[in-house]
């Protein structure tokens, strides 16, 4: 089974339109964490946002949220105002205690925008 | 500057020729690991080391080697690649075991085996 999900292979967004980018995991391990990267053409990997198992609040970085629903096992990543530099592959990615803190990732998605 | 350098950058190699891939990172990480990137998979890693001299496999350890001698390198090799192993390639390291970090990963290199 997969650990991480993410459903949608490709997004378009207006700019300057708010955006989600879905992402499902499963584990039963109490402590984990999430992570969502960017990946523009470049090729590089960028980290944008973390979310803890324990964390109560949804994490916030600038233009960036994570929708952190806990019950239902998803940690959407939310842009806002989108830009034309946010065309880019975005990854959700877990960590487990369990599994020695192996970070794994979901197929990715394919975000564009459009002027 | 804290990093993960990897080199080379782009490689174009011919099938059965063994190659080294370096990564050294400067960060005192203990955790380092090795992935790979297809168009539709992800990343899959390939090896990982929770410390010198402490490797251990993936999900795709096939026709890959790692060694961790000193804890700030962590070469991959390719003892006979193959054309399958074209891929884009990412070393990155963590602080050991500490969920509150995410990887720093390395530029990546781009791997064509013809």
């Known amino acids: 089974a997969q650990k991480i999900t993410q459903t949608q292979p490709g997004m378009f967004v207006q700019e300057k339109e708010a955006v989600t980018l879905d992402c499902t995991y499963d584990?039963?391990?109490?402590?984990?964490?999430l992570f969502w990267y960017k990946q523009p053409s470049s090729g590089e990997m960028i980290f944008l946002i973390y979310q803890g198992s324990y964390d109560q609040q949804n994490a916030t970085e600038g233009r960036y949220s994570l929708n952190f629903q806990k019950a239902r096992k998803s940690a959407n990543l939310v842009i806002s105002a989108s830009q034309l530099g946010d065309s880019a592959m975005y990854f959700c990615?877990?960590?487990?205690?369990?599994?020695?803190?192996?970070?794994?990732f979901g197929k990715g998605t394919k975000l564009s925008v459009k002027p | 500057e804290a990093q993960v350098t990897q080199n080379p950058r782009y490689l174009i190699t011919v099938t059965g020729k063994k190659l080294t891939v370096t990564c050294s990172q400067n960060m005192n990480h203990e955790y380092m690991s090795w992935y790979r990137q297809d168009p539709g998979l992800g990343l899959r890693q390939i090896y990982y080391s929770m410390n010198v001299e402490v490797t251990d496999k993936g999900d795709v350890p096939e026709g890959y080697k790692v060694s961790r001698k000193e804890k700030r390198n962590f070469p991959l090799i390719l003892e006979s690649p193959s054309p399958n192993q074209t891929s884009l390639y990412f070393c990155?390291?963590?602080?050991?075991?500490?969920?509150?970090?995410?990887?720093?990963f390395g530029s990546g290199t781009r791997l064509t085996v013809v």
């Open positions: 584990t039963s391990d109490p402590s984990y964490g």
């Open positions: 990155a390291s963590s602080p050991r075991n500490n969920l509150l970090y995410g990887y720093t």
């Open positions: 990615a877990m960590r487990e205690r369990v599994s020695q803190g192996n970070l794994i």
